[in-house]
């Protein structure tokens, strides 16, 4: 896979995250929302809130879950820049089996992809919804998962992959610890996330 789309004019910003999960009741509850409708909305709020013309915002998976709704990819396809979305396990196994609305989806991202390389500040960098030691540049190339929320990383092969500081999780639950909900990340902010998230089960 090549290179993302690249907004034009200004200076190029990528923004990156994962596990939106509009519409989940549950993981809303565990979010500390009262119902998904509060969640959704402030999420929204973040992404209009960082929406920049000159950004490429990339969504590493999980965007709804079960349930979706066509109203929050209109608000998704109103926002500044360029989107990119990478299948996650409820991309493939749930909610965009059931969604036929192709124009709204081409209209809201530029790409869907399971996987993509691109290059950020002319560093490397590779991504995918879980992570997958297959899929890990060794070169010391970054590398973007989400999937596994704040929760420690399960297996030993994916402890020892996590724990590689050049792998960073975008999850917004892990974002969450420094930043509000909904708020994409640059990849220097996600560096210091992750460093926090890190701290907790290291």
């Known amino acids: 896979l090549g290179e993302a789309p690249k907004p034009r004019g200004g200076s190029p910003m990528n923004l990156y995250l994962a596990d939106l999960h509009f519409c989940h009741q549950s993981v809303a509850l ?20 960082r929406s920049d013309p000159n950004s490429t915002l990339f969504i590493l998976g999980d965007l ?37 609305d192709t124009a709204l989806l081409a209209r809201t991202f530029a790409d869907i992809c399971d996987w993509l390389d ?5 560093r490397p960098v590779r991504m995918s ?8 540049p060794g070169d010391g190339s970054y590398y973007l998962h989400g999937h596994i929320h704040r929760d420690p990383p399960r297996g030993l092969h994916e402890q020892v992959l996590c724990a590689n500081p050049h792998v960073l999780n975008t999850s917004l639950d892990v974002i969450s610890l420094v930043h509000p909900w909904g708020y994409p990340c640059t990849l220097e902010e996600l ?10 089960w290291a």
């Not at 349930?67 to 196994?93: K, M, S, W």
């Not at 992750?194 to 701290?199: A, I, V, Y």
Request: aromatic residues 12%.
């Open 191 to 200: 560096i210091v996330c992750n460093r926090l998230w890190k701290g907790e």
């Open 30 to 49: 565990q979010r500390g929302f009262s119902t998904y409708h509060e969640q959704d909305e402030t999420i929204l709020k973040s992404l209009r809130d």
């Open 64 to 100: 709804f879950s079960y349930r979706f709704d066509p109203h929050i990819l209109e608000e998704l396809a109103a926002l500044y820049g360029t989107r990119v979305l990478l299948r996650g396990n409820h991309e493939v196994n749930h909610w965009m089996r059931q969604f036929s």
């Open 129 to 136: 919804h879980a992570p997958i030691s297959g899929l890990a």
């Open 118 to 122: 691109i290059s950020d500040q002319d």
